[in-house]
C-alpha cells in the first residue's frame, strides 16, 4: 500500500489534466473515471517519471489502472533503485 | 460470448463517418496507368499517397529481371530462408545491399514489418533495455511487445528526454535505442546526430529504420544518418524494399562481426517463406538503380518543396515548417470535415492517405500526402490547385499567408 506522500505527489501532477474536476482518490482509474487518453497518459508517465527520477517501462503500464497501482508501483521501483 | 463483440466500438465509429462515394479503408486500385495514376471507379486519378518515392515500380530492368526470375526458378521459394528458401539472388540481393550501405553484413526478411519484428524481438533480451520514440511506428512496437527486454519511451524526437531516461538505466545493462530517420505519418526528420550521440554517451547500441528515407536522403540515398553524417554511429540499419524500391520485403544492415547469429534467432526471419525470385531480382535492380539516380533524387526533392511552398501559400496547416520528406501531411481540425475532404479529393482525381489514430500521433486527424520522383510539376500544381478546390467545396477554413 503506497504511503500518502506518494498519493499526494501523484494528485499533484494530476490535477492539470483533471479536466472533468473527478474528486482524486486511490481506487480512481485513468481510463473509465479520469477519460485521459493515450497521448495525455504519455506525459503523465513522463512527468511521474521525472518527479521520482525513475524509469515506468512501457511493458508495465497496461496494469496500472488505478492511482493506487501507480503508486505502488512507483514505491517499488523506488526501493528497487 | 462472441469473441468479436468486442470490437463494436470500432464498428460504431466506422459506421458513423459520412462517406457517401468512397472509403478511404475500402478504395480498390483498378488500374495503374503509371507510377503518379491510377484508375479509381472509372476515374483518373493522381497518386499522391503511395510511399512509392523514387518511382521504381515500373522500372524496366526490374521488370525485366522479375520476369526472367519466373521462368528461370518459379513463382516461389515455398521455404523458409533456413531451409529450402535462400537462392543465388538472395544473397546476392543481401550483398547488393550491404554494398549499397557500405556495411558488412545484410539479412533480407520478408516484409520491412518483420524485420523490425524479427531485429528487435532477437535484440532485446530478458535482461536489456530498448528505448523508442513514442511516434515509433507499429513494427517496432510490435518487436517490442514480442521480445523480452524493459521498453522505455521517450517524446517524439525530444533528444533531453531520451537522455534522461538513459541515465537511469543500469550502466552495465544491455541498451538498443530505436529510432526512425524520417516519421511516416508527418513526414518529419528525426534529430538523429544527437540523438545518437546521446546514445553512444550511455553504451547504447543504435537501430536506425530508414523505411521512409531510403532512396532520397544522404548522397547515396542510405537516409538521414548518412544525410547528417553520423553513420559510424549507428549499429544497425533497418529498411524496406516497399516504397523506395518499389517491390516488398525488408532488410537489416551491420558491421557487427556477430550479426549473422541472428539468422539462427530471428523468429520472424526463419518462421516464414522467403521472399519469391521475382521480387528479389526486381529488388536487386531497383537498388542499383537507386544507387545511380541523383538527378532523380533531386528532382523528387524539387517536387516536395513545390507542394509544401504551394500549400502553404494557399493557407493548409502543415505538419512541418518546410519539406523535410517527400511526405507532406495536412492537418484537418476533425474526422468529419477530414472524411469530407479526403472523399472530396477523390473525387476531384487524388488520393491521399486519409490518416486517423492510432496510426497518427497525439489523436491527429491528416490529409497525408506522399510524392514520388516521377510527378511532373504539372501535376504538382494539379494537386495543389485540387486541394483548394476542395477546401472550398467542404468549408475548410485557409489561412492564406499575408
Known amino acids: 500500500m503506497a504511503s500518502t506522500q506518494t498519493l499526494e505527489k501523484i494528485y499533484e501532477l494530476i490535477a492539470p489534466l483533471n479536466k472533468r474536476s473527478v474528486e482524486l482518490g486511490p481506487q480512481t482509474t485513468f481510463a473509465s473515471d479520469l477519460q485521459l487518453d493515450s497521448l495525455t497518459v504519455m506525459d503523465l508517465v513522463a512527468e511521474i517519471e521525472d518527479e521520482f527520477d525513475i524509469v515506468l517501462p512501457l511493458n508495465m503500464l497496461p496494469d496500472l489502472e488505478t492511482i493506487e497501482h501507480v503508486a505502488d508501483a512507483v514505491e517499488k521501483i523506488v526501493n528497487e533503485g | ?402
Not at chain 2, 76 to 87: I, Q
Not at chain 2, 151 to 166: A, D, G, S, T, Y
Not at chain 2, 191 to 208: D, F, H, N, Q, S
Not at chain 2, 363 to 377: E, Y
Open chain 2, 1 to 402: 460470448m462472441d469473441l468479436l463483440d468486442k470490437f463494436d466500438s470500432m464498428v460504431a465509429l466506422r459506421a458513423s463517418l459520412p462517406f457517401e462515394k468512397a472509403d478511404p479503408f475500402t478504395v480498390v486500385m483498378d488500374e495503374i496507368l503509371s507510377e503518379t495514376e491510377a484508375m479509381i471507379d472509372g476515374r483518373r486519378t493522381i497518386l499522391a499517397g503511395t510511399n512509392n518515392y523514387m518511382g521504381m515500380t515500373f522500372n524496366e530492368e526490374a521488370m525485366a529481371a522479375a520476369k526472367d526470375a519466373i521462368d528461370r526458378f518459379g513463382t516461389g521459394t515455398t521455404g523458409s530462408r533456413s531451409l529450402n528458401g535462400t537462392y543465388a539472388d538472395h544473397k546476392l540481393l543481401e550483398a547488393t545491399i550491404a554494398d549499397f550501405y557500405g556495411m558488412e553484413h545484410c539479412m533480407v526478411f520478408s516484409t520491412g514489418y518483420q524485420a523490425n519484428l524479427g531485429m528487435i524481438s532477437a535484440l532485446g533480451g530478458k535482461d536489456d533495455y530498448v528505448i523508442i520514440d513514442a511516434d515509433s511506428h507499429a513494427s517496432i512496437y510490435d518487436g517490442c511487445s514480442m521480445g523480452n527486454a524493459t521498453i522505455v519511451r521517450f517524446k517524439h524526437n525530444n533528444v533531453e528526454q531520451m537522455e534522461r531516461r538513459l541515465k537511469r538505466l543500469p550502466e552495465d545493462a544491455g541498451k538498443l535505442v530505436v529510432v526512425e530517420g524520417i516519421y511516416s505519418m508527418l513526414g518529419d526528420a528525426a534529430p538523429l546526430k544527437e540523438l545518437l550521440e546521446v546514445a553512444k554517451k550511455y553504451g547504447c547500441m543504435t537501430l536506425v529504420d530508414e523505411a521512409h528515407s531510403m532512396g532520397f536522403c544522404g548522397e547515396n540515398g542510405r537516409g538521414v544518418a548518412e544525410a547528417l553524417g553520423v553513420e559510424h554511429l549507428v549499429d544497425f540499419y533497418v529498411g524496406t524494399f516497399s516504397k523506395s524500391v518499389g517491390t516488398v520485403g525488408g532488410f537489416a544492415v551491420s558491421n557487427h562481426p556477430k550479426f549473422d547469429v541472428l539468422r539462427f534467432i530471428s523468429r520472424p526471419y526463419i518462421f516464414t517463406a522467403s521472399p519469391p525470385p521475382s521480387i528479389v531480382a526486381s529488388a536487386i535492380k531497383a537498388i542499383e538503380a537507386i544507387k545511380r539516380s541523383g538527378n532523380r533524387r533531386a528532382h523528387l526533392w524539387e517536387n516536395a518543396r513545390r507542394l509544401h511552398a504551394g500549400l502553404k501559400k494557399a493557407g493548409f496547416d502543415l505538419a512541418t515548417p518546410e519539406a523535410q520528406s517527400p511526405i507532406i501531411a495536412v492537418y484537418m481540425p476533425d474526422i468529419m470535415l477530414g472524411t469530407h475532404f479526403w472523399e472530396n479529393l477523390l473525387m476531384e482525381g487524388v488520393y491521399t492517405n486519409m490518416a486517423a489514430p492510432p496510426a497518427t500521433p497525439a489523436g491527429m486527424f491528416l490529409m497525408r500526402v506522399s510524392i514520388n520522383a516521377l510527378h511532373t510539376p504539372e501535376q504538382i500544381d494539379e494537386i495543389i490547385k485540387r486541394f483548394v478546390i476542395t477546401a472550398n467545396k467542404v468549408g475548410l477554413e485557409l489561412k492564406p499567408e499575408a
